[in-house]
């Protein structure tokens, strides 16, 4: 059996006091985190503060990008060594807000793959189809190279305890979600993808997450797939309220 994941990307909102009043809130009011990890992955500015309110309690938090180096002349940028130090564990790789607006690529994606578990943290890596692509057929072919691109010079170990976000462009911060037999589909190209890749055992020990305006509402449907393991979650991860009945749902699974 997979344990669910369910994880906030918060992307570039909230404040200081308003991160720390969240993390207070959620952190006395968990599900069962032997049931479901539960991750926040916060703006690098929050994150020295929450890894230190977070200690002692399930709840786990993330960086939402870095560098790929250990350290150098890498203005504005965080290395995986600084994030490990301040306690993170987690770090979403290859958005596709930082492909699309930060020129990243699978090439990129995976170098911070190997490099963030090279330095103990665990990745999150983003793949997913623009409209134009569904549109055309294309979603099966662009994640599978999404995948294969990722995930090149894995160990079959890293590439089991790899976290895959299954994330349609079009259905981020749009309201429209896919539906469960339409995530489960691709998620399930996936899952055969790194069985071609490693072995069968790698694809079911690897987690899938979905992820695209996922709620209250739709989240048990999303869970209840085969190859749905977990949710990524932006817009209805901001509210301590509605993140709790994420966790809940992940916790009952
Ligand atoms: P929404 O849940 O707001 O659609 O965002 C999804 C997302 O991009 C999570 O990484």
Redesign the pocket.
């Known amino acids: 059996m997979r344990k669910p994941i369910i994880a906030g ?1 918060w992307k570039m909102y909230k404040t200081a006091s308003e991160a720390s009043a969240f993390i207070e809130e959620v952190k006395t009011a968990l599900p069962d985190t032997g049931k479901v990890d539960a991750v926040i992955c916060a703006p690098a500015v929050f994150l020295q503060n929450l890894s230190a309110s977070v200690e002692q309690t399930g709840l786990k938090i993330g960086a939402q990008t870095m560098h790929e180096e250990k350290e150098g002349a890498f203005t504005g940028e965080t290395s995986p060594v600084q994030l490990k130090d301040l306690g993170v564990e987690y770090v ?1 790789i290859g ?1 596709s ?1 930082r492909r699309q607006y930060f020129n990243e690529t699978d090439e990129s994606a995976n170098r911070k793959v190997q490099s963030a578990f090279e330095h103990g943290l665990a990745p999150i890596l ?1 793949v997913g189809e623009s409209l134009e692509q569904r549109e055309s057929g294309e979603t099966g072919q662009v994640v599978e190279a999404q995948i294969e691109k990722g995930m090149a010079n894995l160990s079959a170990d890293q590439a089991a305890s790899l976290v895959i ?1 299954y ?1 349609p462009i079009w ?4 309201g429209k979600t896919a539906t469960a037999e339409d995530a489960n589909e691709v998620c399930g190209i996936i899952r055969n993808k790194v069985a071609s890749l490693f072995s069968g055992e790698t694809a079911q020990a690897v987690r899938i997450q979905y ?4 709620k209250p509402a739709n989240i048990e449907e999303l869970l209840g797939m085969e190859h749905i393991d977990g949710a ?5 991860s901001l509210e301590a309220e509605s993140f709790l009945k994420l966790l809940e749902a992940g916790a009952n699974a």
Do not use: D, K, M, Q
Not at 211 to 214: A, F, I, K, T
């Open positions: 990307n979403i958005h807000e983003c976000a994330e259905a981020i911060g749009t992820g695209g305006s996922v990524l979650v932006g817009g209805a």
